[in-house]
C-alpha cells in the first residue's frame, strides 16, 4: 500500500508503503533523490495501510496491519502502538478515526474505542472493503463493500441500510469537500470495472453517477482524490488491475476523462501529493511486482533532461559498476549451483512465489478474464480443462500460445501453452465456457528462475457459469417453474446451489426463506431461487436454465443419497420469448458471416475495376470497412456455433420436459437455421414435434 503523508508546505511530503515482507519503508524525494526517513525489520505480510490522527488535525500517523495485529508508527518511524485484536480472520481492511479503530476480516466487523472492543457486525456476504462516512459531530457511519453487489451502512453495531451497486464493490474511498460534493459522499470501483458515486445518508443512499466500463478495462484496485492541476476542486483518480491510471475531472457534477496512462504492472494502491515539487501535485502508485512509480503533469524542457550534474553523473557511474559486479556475482553463483546440482548429496529446494489470479465474468462481452501475475518474469503458463472452452485473444496478451492433441474421451478437452516473451509478468486469457458444460480449468504457472518449479491453480467452471448476482427482475416476463422437496437442510440445498450458479456466498445467508435473484450475461434471461429446508424454487424465462438446475442437483442429491420429489410447470411462451432475445445477436452474426464472406471477391473486383460507383451502398461499405469486419469475426470464433447450440438446447429441453426425444429432428432445425428467419423458426418450435 502507499499513501502520502500531508505537507507542512516547505517540504515534500513523504511515502510510507507496506510489502508483502511485512516491511514498512517510509521515504521522501529530495533533489531528485530518494532519502528514506525509516524502514522496519522484516515480519508477517502487511495487509493494510492507512494514515490517522488526531480527529480535525493532520493525519500522519502510520497504522499497518499484518494477521489480526495492528501496529501504529510516527512519522518519524517510532512505534507507539501494538495491538493484538484476537480477530480469528486476517485484517483486510481498517480504517482509524481519533482513537477509533475500524477493522474487517473476510464476514466480521469490529469497531475498537481506544482498543476496546465496542461494535461487532456479521455481514451475510465477503467484505471486500470498509469505509467511515462522517456523521454529525464525532459520528461516524461505517460502510461495508460486499461481495452480493451490496453497499452496507451500519450505525454502531446495528445494520442502518443496504444500498444494491452494479457490480461487486472492491474498494471504497470518500469523495472530499473540494470536490464540491458534500462530506458524505462516496465512490465505489467494482470488480469489473464500474466507478459510481453514491450519497450516504442515515435514512437512504442517493445515487449521483456511474461511469460503464465500456472499453473493457480491468478491475478497479484503488481510488484517490486530489487536485491535481490546482484549480482548486479536487480531480478523481482511478487505478485498475491492468495497470491502467485514469484521472476524472468533475465539470458540472458531471465525470469527465482528462488523461490514462497504462503503467503494465497491475496497480495495488494510489496516492497523490507534493511528491518531487512542491509546485506541481505528483501521483504515487505502488504496483504487485514492488514498484513504486511517480508520475507528474509537470512539462520538463528537453533541454533540462539532458543536463547531468557532475555529482550526479559520478553517482550514475558507481550505479552502473555496482550492477556490473552484481552481474558478475550471480555468474559465479549460478556456475556454483550447476556444480553441486550434479552431485549425489545436492538436495533441490522449491523456490515459493506469489501468484496474484482473478478469474471473473466480464458481462459485457460474456467471457471470463483469467489473469496471471507474478513478481518474476513468467516462462510458460499452460491450461487444461476437462470440458469444452474456447481460448479468445486479448490485446495486451504478447505471448506465443501453441494447443496440442486432446482426447475428450479421457475429459480433456484442452491443453493450451502460453510462452511469454522476456520480463513478461503478466498474463491475460480470455476464456468462454458453455452452460451446461461444468468442470475444473487447471493452470500450470512456471516462473522464468531456477530450479525450475511451477504452480497449480484450479477454477471452477459452474454449470450456469454466464449468470451473475442481481437484486431485481421482471416479473412480467413468462416464467417456468421447478420445484423439489425433499429430507435435506437449508446449508445443503445453499451448496448446491453455490455449485452450479456463481457469486452465490460461501456462508449460507441467515433466516428460514433465501431469495435470490440472477442474470444471464449473454441472453439477458433471469433466474429466481427460494429456497429453505426441505423446499427449493426456481423460476426462469429459459427452459434451458431449468433442465441444466434439474440435472445437476438431481446428480449432487443422489451422491449424497437424498430422494428428492421434482416438480415442474412451463410456460409455452417462454420459447417465443427465448428465440425473441437470441435473435438480435443470431441476426448479427448471421449478417457479419455474410459481409465477410464477399469481402475477397469485392476486393478482386475493385483491383479490376477502378471506379465502384455502380456497387450498391451496402458492397461499397464492405470495401471500405473490410479491415474492420474481419476483424470483429475474427474476435468472435464460433460465436454463431455458439447461438446454434443454445437453439438447439433450447429444443431438445423442450420436449424432454414433455418426456419426447427430438435428437433425430435436429438436422431439419439446423436446416431452419440456414435459412434464418424469426417466425419460421418459431413455427418450427411449435409444430415439429407434432
Not at 453497499?151 to 451497486?165: H, K, P
Not at 477454477?459 to 417453474?481: A, V
Request: one cysteine or more; proline letters at 4%; hydrophobic letters at 35%.
Amino acid at each position: 500500500a502507499v499513501v502520502s503523508t500531508q505537507s507542512t508546505g516547505k517540504i515534500t511530503q513523504r511515502i510510507a508503503v507496506g510489502d508483502h515482507n511485512g516491511v514498512l519503508t517510509c521515504f521522501q524525494m529530495k533533489r531528485s533523490e530518494t532519502v528514506v526517513d525509516f524502514k522496519t525489520l522484516p515480519g508477517p505480510r502487511i495487509e493494510r495501510l492507512e494514515l490517522g490522527g488526531a480527529v480535525g488535525s493532520l493525519q500522519e500517523k502510520i497504522f499497518i496491519s499484518s494477521g489480526s495485529e495492528v501496529r501504529g508508527f510516527t512519522k518519524r518511524g517510532k512505534q507507539f502502538l501494538m495491538f493484538e485484536t484476537n480477530l480469528s480472520d486476517t485484517i483486510k481492511s481498517m480504517f482509524v478515526s481519533g482513537p477509533d479503530l475500524h477493522i474487517t476480516g473476510q464476514y466480521i466487523y469490529n469497531m475498537y474505542h481506544n482498543c476496546q472492543d465496542t461494535h461487532f457486525y456479521l455481514s451475510c456476504d465477503k467484505i471486500n472493503d470498509m469505509i467511515g462516512i462522517p456523521g454529525s459531530g464525532k459520528e461516524i457511519f461505517p460502510v461495508l463493500g460486499c461481495q452480493d453487489r451490496v453497499l452496507r451502512v451500519l450505525s454502531g453495531s446495528e445494520l442502518l441500510y443496504e444500498a444494491e451497486v452494479p457490480g461487486s464493490p472492491e474498494t471504497l474511498a470518500l469523495f472530499d469537500v473540494m470536490s464540491g460534493f458534500g462530506h458524505n459522499n462516496l465512490i465505489y470501483g467494482t470488480r469489473d470495472g464500474i466507478i459510481g458515486l453514491c450519497t450516504v445518508n442515515k435514512d437512504n443512499p442517493c445515487h449521483r453517477w456511474e461511469i460503464a466500463n465500456s472499453n473493457n478495462l480491468g478491475g478497479i484496485t484503488a481510488i484517490e482524490t486530489y487536485d491535481i492541476n490546482n484549480d482548486g476542486v479536487s480531480e478523481l483518480i482511478i487505478a485498475r488491475d491492468d495497470g491502467t491510471v485514469e484521472v476524472y475531472s468533475i465539470s458540472e457534477g458531471q465525470p469527465k476523462l482528462i488523461t490514462s496512462k497504462n503503467v503494465s504492472e497491475s496497480v495495488t494502491s494510489i496516492g497523490a501529493g507534493l511528491i518531487t515539487s512542491l509546485s506541481q501535485p505528483d501521483v504515487v502508485l505502488a504496483t504487485y511486482p514492488g514498484h513504486v512509480i511517480s508520475l507528474t503533469s509537470e512539462v520538463k524542457s528537453h533541454v533540462a533532461q539532458n543536463i547531468i550534474s557532475p555529482s550526479a553523473r559520478s553517482k550514475l557511474d558507481d550505479l552502473k559498476k555496482d550492477i556490473e559486479d552484481l552481474k558478475r556475482q550471480v555468474l559465479t553463483e549460478r556456475e556454483k549451483y550447476q556444480k553441486s546440482a550434479g552431485s549425489d548429496s545436492a538436495i533441490s529446494a522449491v523456490v515459493k512465489f506469489h501468484v496474484n489470479d482473478k478469474f471473473t465474468l466480464n458481462p459485457v462481452d460474456a467471457n471470463y478474464l483469467l489473469s496471471i501475475e507474478i513478481q518474476m518474469p513468467i516462462e510458460n503458463v499452460l491450461l487444461q480443462c476437462d470440458v469444452p472452452i474456447d481460448l479468445l485473444d486479448v490485446e495486451r496478451n504478447s505471448a506465443v500460445v501453441s494447443h496440442s492433441a486432446c482426447d475428450p474421451e479421457d475429459k480433456n478437452y484442452l491443453l493450451a501453452t502460453y510462452r511469454c516473451q522476456a520480463n513478461t509478468t503478466r498474463l491475460d486469457v480470455k476464456v468462454r465456457s458453455i452452460e451446461g458444460q461444468y468442470g475444473t480449468l487447471q493452470v500450470y504457472i512456471t516462473p522464468r528462475i531456477q530450479p525450475k518449479t511451477c504452480q497449480l491453480r484450479q477454477y471452477q467452471i459452474k454449470p450456469l457459469s454466464l449468470h451473475r448476482r442481481t437484486h431485481i427482475i421482471d416479473g412480467e416476463r413468462p416464467m417456468n417453474s421447478l420445484k423439489l422437496t425433499g429430507n435435506f437442510s437449508l446449508g445443503e440445498v445453499h451448496s448446491w446451489i453455490g455449485y452450479c450458479i456463481p457469486e452465490v456466498p460461501d456462508k449460507c445467508p441467515s433466516g428460514d426463506t433465501i431469495t435470490m435473484f440472477f442474470q444471464s450475461t449473454f441472453l439477458d434471461t433471469q433466474l429466481e431461487c427460494n429456497y429453505k429446508q426441505g423446499s427449493v424454487e426456481f423460476r426462469s424465462d429459459n427452459i434451458s436454465t431449468i433442465s441444466i438446475l434439474k440435472d445437476v442437483i438431481t446428480k449432487l442429491a443422489t451422491q449424497r443419497k437424498i430422494a428428492v420429489n421434482i416438480t415442474y410447470e412451463l410456460c409455452d411462451e417462454s420459447i417465443p420469448h427465448s428465440l425473441r432475445l437470441i435473435h438480435p445477436k443470431l441476426d448479427e452474426q448471421l449478417l457479419l458471416a455474410k459481409k465477410v464472406q464477399l469481402i475477397d471477391a469485392l476486393k478482386e473486383l475493385a483491383m479490376h475495376e477502378p471506379n465502384l460507383d455502380f456497387l450498391s451502398p451496402e458492397y461499397k461499405d464492405i470495401v471500405q470497412n473490410a479491415e474492420q469486419l474481419q476483424a470483429a469475426f475474427k474476435m468472435q470464433p464460433c460465436h454463431l456455433e455458439r447461438l446454434y447450440g443454445m437453439i438447439t438446447d433450447l429444443y431438445i429441453d423442450k420436449f424432454k420436459f414433455k418426456g419426447l426425444n427430438v435428437k433425430s429432428k435436429v438436422p431439419m432445425l439446423l436446416e431452419v437455421l440456414d435459412n434464418y428467419e424469426l417466425e419460421t423458426l418459431i413455427d418450427f418450435f411449435e409444430i415439429s414435434a407434432v
